[in-house]
């Protein structure tokens, strides 16, 4: 058909000359099989008119070695039909037709070409009076998993919002395809710009999708969104983009079809321009902030005993005021280093950690409620070798006996400790289900050396411990697994009071 030959030739025409947006691929690919001769070496670009303007629009003019000009320009319909040379009515009629194609989720473009004598070329593209040729219609269905990808958005508690230059009724039904939350609420740009600063905030707070958007509307979304204090992520890859990525907090640009200025303006760029990396991204990202904490929760929870058992004896000149000498200290360190540098490092994330909301801006690191919880932890577990202390004592324990029996109540609470703590919220038993070799190796170490200590005499001696029967060892098992696993009820219970409230609401 020589009218569809020559839309698809000047939609060609004024697309970049090395494409990379996927849509002016396919209009070269197109005309690459459509056309018997290819006419893109026998022209030069002598004239560009960039994208722009509201709707926007794009023209090109070439021009060949015997003065032969092509002149295209294709961009949004509503910008073709404007400076075209069509009647109202006729405006009308592709009007319908724009509407019905894109209320079945195609992406529209119309295009048109003019004529121009001389070199003096208008300053604006809308100067030039073009011949509407047509209109074109990009199918571009969403990848078979994406569902799954925005509901994982949904379920980590991040709202999306679709900012876009298409039309209102494309946006929705590709939306609906792709099955974005709230796809009929639409605000389009020319739409957002005519609000009060205070409709604006609530505007974006209500509405998922805004279309026919362009740079400044773009960038009012973002800045409303920072003043209302949500953390922004802005994803683009035109030049359209730029601004509204530069404002955000982080800027991601498409690394495939992201043009320089969109990269540029990022602060990251995705390589292969799939969203669910994103969502990987966001999981390690939430994995390596629990990890830290736990870290950190454990360093605080361990030492508390230590430094507590060291100073107490001596502060109140108890029957053996020195129970811990530094040897025994460095090894507990020796022992808590890798425990909390390494072990949490490769801790698994809890499997709720993707079903949490985001943290807001103001949190800090620690909550009041963390960091009791962790001091009471070291307390009690203080508590329970305080107990095995005066126990041994009453008991006509000696020094090197009672230093042992305390020292053994520490290394069994800080390996229940080890395991309690890896989640603040599943039990110890649910915990065992995930996979973390380091954990299991560093306290087998730990019972091994603890054998040595106890079982091996040069070293039982050069510690100054001395040997434990069973039942000795049993009652410091017993008071380390009391002195820790005490929190598997605080856990229960939030479990419980967590069960309820889903229930009432």
């Known amino acids: 058909n020589p009218d569809v030959s020559d839309i698809i030739m000047h939609a060609m025409w004024s697309s970049e000359p090395v494409p990379f947006d996927p849509m002016e691929k396919s209009l070269h690919q ?34 060949d070695k015997n003065g032969q000009r092509i002149i295209s320009a294709k961009g949004a319909p509503e910008a073709i039909l404007a400076v075209s040379n069509l009647t109202e009515n006729e405006k009308g009629e592709i009007k319908k ?28 593209q809308q100067d030039f009076v073009f011949l509407f040729l047509g209109l ?31 039309y209102t009724d494309t946006t929705r039904a590709i939306a609906k395809q792709a099955g974005i939350i709230n796809y009929t609420s639409a605000i389009s740009g020319e739409e957002l710009m005519q609000q009060s600063e205070e409709d604006l905030m609530q505007t974006v707070e209500e509405r998922t999708l805004f279309t026919r958007m362009f740079p400044d509307a773009k960038l009012a979304v973002v800045k409303a969104l920072k003043k209302k204090g949500e953390i922004v992520t802005m994803l683009g890859d035109g030049v359209n983009d730029s601004p509204a990525l530069k404002a955000a907090h982080i800027g991601v640009a498409m ?23 994103l969502i990987i991204g966001i999981a390690a990202g939430r994995r390596i902030y629990a990890n830290i904490k736990k870290a950190i929760q454990y360093i605080i929870s361990i030492h508390i005993p230590i430094i507590l058992i060291v100073a107490l004896p001596l502060f109140f000149g108890w029957v ?4 811990f000498t530094p040897l025994h200290v460095i090894f507990l360190e020796l022992v808590m280093g890798p425990t909390c540098s390494i072990v949490y490092e490769n801790e698994p994330m809890d499997k709720n950690t993707m079903y949490q909301p985001p943290r807001p801006m103001t949190d800090t690191f620690f909550k009041w409620t963390e960091l009791t919880l962790s001091i009471l932890q070291g307390l009690i577990i203080t508590l329970g070798m305080l107990f095995i202390y005066q126990y041994s004592v009453n008991h006509g324990g000696s020094e090197a006996h009672t230093r042992t029996m305390v020292f053994i109540t520490l290394i069994f609470s800080n390996i229940f400790l080890s ?3 890896r989640s603040f919220y599943y039990s110890i038993i649910e915990s065992f289900k995930k996979y973390n070799p380091l954990l299991i190796g560093i306290n087998v ?61």
């Open 30 to 63: 197109v005309y690459e099989q459509s056309q018997t001769i290819d006419q893109r070496e026998m022209f030069q670009m002598i004239h560009e008119y960039p994208l722009g303007g509201n709707p926007p629009m794009m023209t090109h003019i070439y021009e």
């Open 97 to 124: 037709q724009v509407n019905t194609l894109a209320a079945q989720g195609y992406r529209i473009l119309a295009v048109g070409k003019s004529k121009w004598e001389g070199s003096n070329f208008p300053e604006a």
């Open 136 to 166: 074109l219609a990009f199918e571009d269905l969403p990848k078979e998993d994406i569902q799954q990808v925005f509901s994982q958005i949904h379920d980590a508690g991040i709202q999306l919002k679709v900012i876009t230059g298409d």
């Open 255 to 277: 690394g495939n079809k992201g043009t320089e200025i969109a990269k540029a303006a990022a602060d990251l760029v995705i390589t292969n321009d799939y969203l669910g990396k």
């Open 320 to 323: 053996y005021p020195e129970i």
């Open 419 to 421: 395991f309690a703590n």
């Open 445 to 505: 170490l730990v019972l091994g050396s603890l054998f040595v200590f106890l079982y091996f005499p040069p070293a039982t001696s050069f510690f100054m411990l001395t040997s434990l029967g069973l039942s000795d060892i049993g009652i410091t098992f017993g008071v380390a697994a009391v002195s820790v696993l005490w929190f598997e009820l605080y856990k229960w219970i939030k479990r419980l009071t967590e069960k309820r409230g889903h229930i009432n609401t």
